[in-house]
């Protein structure tokens, strides 16, 4: 999600810098990017840095391990970490970060690929008011529904939420179209009329007609969404807050992950259903 979010920074004009070890350096290069080839020579010169890596060991190795980003940052530059981690790392950050005069923000988005390509991220956004409006022109060029939730950690708090929503989501369109399909019944007209009533959602629309047609190439991989389900059951255990269909849905993506199909968009959670209902 890096490569487009990058992109409509560039067309609107930003000086982005981006590092040489990306994939996609040298299209972004091509497109006006400036290339360097070192974590701490990006924050000698940004002002805004923002990282969209793949778990909470990614983006602190970035910070403070290998990468070492947070030893140049600037006093007074700002910090975005738009990827999707735990709250207690987002925190942690902020607070090395406020040591140094730097603020940070957590920053996590939904909307998939689709929306970084489209500039429609969902955005949920943690930490000051004053980092978030400085980062407000930023983020305005990325998404359309932007919300500054409140402290650090915050917005990946929020983000977790989002992806039991939308993991249990997805496990209850499965598991209707499954049954229709099962039924013998014509599961486009089901889904038809499913979206004139009560039942209807973007899921419903859109990853329900992934799963009518079988096109599991991922916009959001089961991998990443299992990732997330596992922060948000480690915060509803530190919370005491039991999350009984966030376990079902986990596990089941465990089993997609033990069957080599951890690549899929999430929506093949119905392929398991399917499986295990005999289709």
């Known amino acids: 999600m890096g490569r487009p979010m990058a992109k409509r920074l560039l067309k609107a004009g930003y000086s982005v ?9 040298m299209e972004l290069k091509n497109e006006g990017a400036i290339v360097v080839d070192s974590p701490k020579a990006l924050a000698k010169t940004a002002d805004i840095v923002i990282t969209m890596l793949p778990d909470s060991p990614e983006v602190e190795t970035m910070m403070f391990g290998q990468g070492q980003l947070s030893e140049e940052m600037k006093p007074g530059s700002l910090f975005i970490d738009m990827s999707s981690i735990s709250p207690a790392t987002s925190i942690k950050i902020f607070k090395k970060l406020k040591e140094k005069g730097v603020e940070a923000l957590d920053a996590p988005v939904s909307g998939g690929q689709t929306g970084a390509e489209a500039a429609t991220l969902s955005i949920m956004v943690g930490g000051t008011v004053s980092g978030f409006q400085k980062a407000l022109p930023v983020f305005e060029k990325l998404g359309k529904n932007i919300v500054h939730i409140g402290d650090a950690g915050a917005g990946q708090t929020t983000k977790a939420c989002n992806q039991v929503v939308v993991g249990l989501t997805i496990q209850a369109v499965a598991e209707a179209l499954t049954l229709a399909k099962k039924a013998g019944v014509d599961v486009a007209k089901v889904r038809a009329a499913l979206l004139g009533g009560f039942a209807q959602s973007k899921i419903l629309d859109l990853h329900g007609q992934r799963i009518i047609e079988h096109n599991f190439k991922p916009g959001f991989k089961i991998r990443l969404h299992r990732k997330d389900m596992k ?49």
């Open 231 to 279: 922060i948000a059951l480690q915060a509803g255990k530190e919370l005491s807050v039991p999350l009984p269909c966030s376990e079902v849905v986990a596990a089941q993506m465990d089993k997609m992950l033990e069957d080599g199909k951890g690549e899929l968009d999430h929506s093949a959670l119905a392929l398991y259903l399917e499986n295990i209902s005999g289709l």
């Open 17 to 25: 810098t981006i590092l040489q070890s990306s994939a996609a350096a």
